[in-house]
């Protein structure tokens, strides 16, 4: 299984899945990319053993919504969690008429963020430093969100309780897992104002990887 891939590789593999990517946007994703690895030698972003795997585990991993028919091309997003910007980033690049919030409640990670997205020249993403327990409660975000994403942050009910109060009616939560996810699955269910819980598998055409770790995308829809 190749996972020394690289942006014509990703490209290749999303175009497979009926996902374009223009010119300027491979440019702007080779360029995060650099940045990302540039940062990630003086603060711990991702895993240094994901270094030669970065445009399959990270990159890919965060734009698998996109093909999988799982986002609407604008709207108002919330990155919890974000790190060194993922899913988020990656996202709005593909998703230029979308409103990005990248949150995290670690300082030196979102200055950090804050200059990869100035270095981008993303005007459609901001960054906020703030514990999600917090942010969550904020009237300043109440209801006003139509999709929370989380990548590798917390367990699904948990994140489920976070989410509920910053989404629309009809808000969905995006949590990327893998693993047996029976247990939270069923709690979340439980859980007041969720309507739906679906558990997506990030199949793409030409690509192993995502199926073989049995990685997949928790979708939770609240009423």
């Known amino acids: 299984m190749d996972m020394h891939h690289t942006l014509d590789s990703i490209i290749s593999l999303l175009l497979r899945s009926g996902t374009h990517v223009s010119d300027e946007q491979g440019v702007l994703l080779e360029q995060y990319v650099s940045l990302l690895l540039e940062w990630n030698s003086r603060i711990n972003l991702i895993s240094r053993k994901d270094v030669e795997s970065i445009w399959v585990k990270h990159i890919l991993h965060s734009l698998s919504p996109i093909p999988l028919g799982l986002l609407p091309g604008n709207g108002k997003f919330v990155d919890i969690g974000t790190g060194g910007g993922l899913p988020g980033v990656p996202l709005a690049i593909l998703l230029p008429k979308c409103d990005m919030l990248l949150v995290d409640s670690i300082t030196k990670k979102i200055r950090v963020v804050e200059e990869i997205v100035h270095c981008l020249g993303l005007n459609n993403v901001s960054c906020r430093t703030m ?26 009910p948990t994140l489920a309780k976070w989410s509920l109060p910053i989404l629309k009616a009809g808000g969905r939560l995006l949590a990327w897992k893998g693993g047996m996810l029976d247990r939270e699955i069923a709690e979340t269910r439980r859980q007041e104002g969720v309507r739906r819980v679906r558990v997506i598998p990030i199949v793409l055409a030409g690509d192993e990887y995502f199926q073989k770790e049995d990685k997949k995308i928790i979708e939770v829809e609240f009423s």
Not at 142 to 151: E, G, L, P
């Open 131 to 156: 514990r999600v327990e917090a942010f969550a409660g904020s009237t300043d975000h109440a209801a006003r969100n139509d999709v929370v994403f989380a990548r590798g942050v917390t367990a699904l």
